[in-house]
């Protein structure tokens, strides 16, 4: 066992856990690593990408399972677009499979290397979560293998109660083993692009409300370091689908290399290279320079046509963009507050950030609206993600202001979500979910998992 | 364990370096888990001794207002229990980051009588049982190309002398073997730091026989231990003035050194 002890990260690189990591092969792997933990004392948590930003993929010192070993696609139709495949796979295989066919995955978020099992636990939204909902709600069916050892079949209407638990279950019910399914038809591989500005918060806000209803996606750009009139300004991208003839050669823009993201800048530039340039700019003064520059570049109001790739995974633009942050890494805060209080709530957070110097150097604005599943992170309303840099001087400030963020975000009637957030505590987490959903959620895991051996260092610092 | 709460989860704002100490309960220990407690390190602390073991634990988490420290009781020459004890304890830290191997036991038989079931207990407890911790401890950071072993020989092992051939014996192989795990791990990143303290005024100091000279403080053993760990040094002499006194010692030819009544 002392050979597989590994050193595990969160994605943006501020928390480390080593952990025994083990690579299952099969569903009969997983169980053995189930009734390993069981002997020795120790949890288990599976771990897909490690795409979280925060301590959702981690488990200090405990039996992790990674697994991406479990990666095959094993069933496309492209008649229905219903496909199938195992937890490892992740969504870049799934749009590179079905879009030649003219299907899309109907929800992704904003990098492509995830994997199916870890969207599931997170129950992931994209930027169409106002119109597509989540990821789960176009699950047609999915297994999981139990610590009991038990495998299970769920589908929305068998075993319901699982299935809306198991997906945002934050992986401690049992492990996706299988999941199927349903695409979007498109008729193109381009979408439909309007860019344009936005002068402040309330237009931020308002933008999003107005535009999403003529729209497939919505996104915002917010630029956090601009004060004053212009708190909250930034940009907005809202794209959509090409109808059916819209586009005079769909078998073309559909092809996987018409999609993909050039790894050099005008040919010549590797993108591999590009976080080291960024590295300098990641400063109060350097992310205030590049985000006056960005916003007065937004200001040309234009429409564009995009392939699907290049608009929905601007994560993946820069390779590696997360080590330009430092030594220290960044976290993310996301908070997701109803539309009559989003404003305020932003604004004071906004204003308290510039107060305390740590402005985020990146923020990220969405619209959505409820889902039905049980550990639901999703309101009606919008969400702003906001970047920070950690460096080892800034950790108890920046601690001090999120939790100062927390209490505001409560008493908007706000919501977080647990593929982002870090630092939220359990009494956090009683306030927003409520005693009932959480007893819910305890009592399904005592049902599926009845000696506790899923956990994860998420879920003993929300539940533990 | 101790019926201490559990530590606090590690977040990236408030990051944990997580460590064990074998033979923590007094002396450079005990300094050594003030020091490191305090510098926010999460600990378990490993001793045969309940009471005292108690004790420094309730110290150490009272002093931080949270729970730092951990307490296992645990006799090194049970080795068979290292590898499921050593899985609990980082299960219950979170993780490892660094393992102190301090448990030490000094008989010295005087300078004319021989025993070998004091030599065989020095050997058993300072050397054996620093190999039963720091194998399965190698293999983990070797493995996760991260860590650091900090390992209390002594200037004791620098000379084979006339008063403790034991005592000698189990830290000079001490030394070698962690001067051997120190050339196996550098290439993994872990950094392996051999400490050889002087006279230090701790309980085994009272068993001494003879001059204790330039006799220092278990809390400055700590300090010199902690401001090499993070230098990441190889060796430390503690008191650092011991480096030119070995030096010295250690050259005195055997023709004259055979002679001495040290």
């Known amino acids: 066992m002392q050979k597989n002890f590994t050193q595990l990260e969160n994605f943006g690189h501020s928390l480390r856990a080593p952990a025994y990591l083990i690579k299952p092969a099969n569903n009969g792997e997983i169980y053995s690593a189930f009734q390993l933990a069981k002997k020795t004392g120790l949890t288990v948590t599976a771990r897909g990408a490690g795409r979280s930003y925060n301590d959702a993929a981690l488990s200090g010192g405990g039996i992790v399972l990674d697994m991406r070993g479990m990666n095959a696609i094993t069933n496309w139709d492209k008649s229905t677009g219903l496909i199938t495949a195992q937890s490892g796979a992740t969504l870049e295989q799934v749009w590179q499979k079905v879009e030649p066919d003219g299907w899309w995955p109907p929800v992704v978020s904003g990098t492509m290397k995830t994997t199916l099992g870890g969207c599931l636990s997170a129950n992931i939204h994209g930027k169409n979560n106002f119109k597509m909902g989540t990821i789960g709600e176009h699950v047609v069916e999915f297994s999981a293998i139990l610590p009991t050892g038990a495998e299970i079949t769920c589908t929305p209407k068998k075993n319901a109660d699982l299935f809306h638990a198991m997906i945002s279950g934050l992986g401690m019910l049992g492990i996706f083993t299988s999941i199927t399914m349903q695409m979007k038809r498109i008729h193109s591989g381009l979408l439909t692009v309007d860019a344009f500005p936005v002068q402040n918060l309330h237009g931020q806000l308002s933008s999003l409300l107005d535009g999403a209803p003529n729209h497939d996606y919505i996104v915002g750009w917010m630029d956090c370091i601009a004060g004053g009139k212009s708190l909250g300004r930034g940009q907005i991208h809202a794209a959509r689908y090409l109808h059916e003839g819209e586009d005079p050669n769909p078998r073309e823009t559909m092809q996987i290399e018409n999609q993909i993201l050039p790894p050099r800048i005008f040919g010549v530039f590797p993108k591999s290279m590009l976080h080291y340039f960024m590295s300098p700019f990641m400063n109060n003064f350097g992310t205030w320079g590049i985000n006056t520059a960005k916003y007065v570049a937004s200001l040309r109001r234009h429409t564009f046509r995009q392939p699907h790739a290049a608009f929905h995974f601007l994560l993946d633009y820069v390779p590696d963009w997360e080590f330009s942050y430092g030594r220290g890494g960044l976290i993310q805060y996301q908070s997701f507050i109803p539309t009559e209080t989003a404003e305020s709530a932003w604004a004071e957070m906004l204003k308290l950030s510039q107060k305390y110097g740590l402005p985020a150097y990146l923020g990220v604005t969405k619209r959505h609206r409820p889902d039905k599943f049980l550990l639901t992170h999703a309101v009606d309303g919008f969400s702003l993600a906001m970047d920070f840099k950690v460096t080892n001087n800034n950790r108890a400030k920046l601690h001090g202001m999120l939790q100062e963020f927390d209490r505001i975000v409560l008493q908007a009637g706000g919501r977080f979500y647990f593929a982002k957030n870090s630092e939220t505590t359990s009494e956090t987490v009683k306030r927003f979910y409520g005693e009932e959903t959480i007893a819910k959620f305890k009592k399904l895991k005592k049902r599926t998992d009845p000696n506790g051996l899923l956990e994860s260092d998420l879920y003993r610092r929300l539940f533990g | ?262």
């Open chain 2, 1 to 262: 364990m101790s019926d201490s709460p559990r530590p606090a989860q590690a977040t990236p704002l408030n990051p944990r370096r997580r460590g064990i100490i074998i033979g923590a309960s007094d002396g450079i220990g005990a300094a050594l888990a003030h020091k490191l407690a305090k510098e926010g390190y999460t600990l378990a602390l490993l001793s045969r001794r309940k009471d005292k073991l108690d004790a420094l634990c309730a110290e150490v988490n009272s002093f931080a207002n949270e729970t730092r420290a951990l307490a296992y009781i645990h006799d090194v020459t049970n080795y068979d229990e290292v590898p499921a004890l050593l899985t609990r304890v980082v299960a219950d830290l979170g993780g490892l980051d660094l393992v102190v191997y301090m448990a030490g036991v000094n008989f010295p038989p005087g300078l004319t009588s021989y025993s070998f079931e004091d030599d065989r207990k020095m050997i058993e407890v300072n050397l054996i049982g620093a190999m039963a911790w720091l194998t399965p401890a190698a293999e983990m950071f070797q493995s996760a190309k991260t860590g650091q072993i900090v390992g209390i020989s002594s200037v004791a092992g620098d000379r084979g002398r006339i008063g403790n051939p034991g005592y000698n014996t189990s830290k000079a192989a001490l030394s070698t073997y962690l001067e051997a795990l120190r050339n196996r791990l550098t290439r993994h990143g872990v950094n392996v730091l051999t400490v050889k303290p002087g006279f230090v005024k701790t309980d085994m100091l009272k068993a001494a026989q003879g001059a204790t000279p330039f006799a220092i403080t278990p809390e400055k053993a700590a300090d010199d231990i902690y401001k090499a760990m993070l230098r990441r040094k190889q060796l430390v002499y503690t008191a650092p003035l011991w480096r030119w006194i070995m030096l010295i010692i250690q050259h005195i030819p055997s023709v004259i050194f055979r002679r001495m009544s040290f």
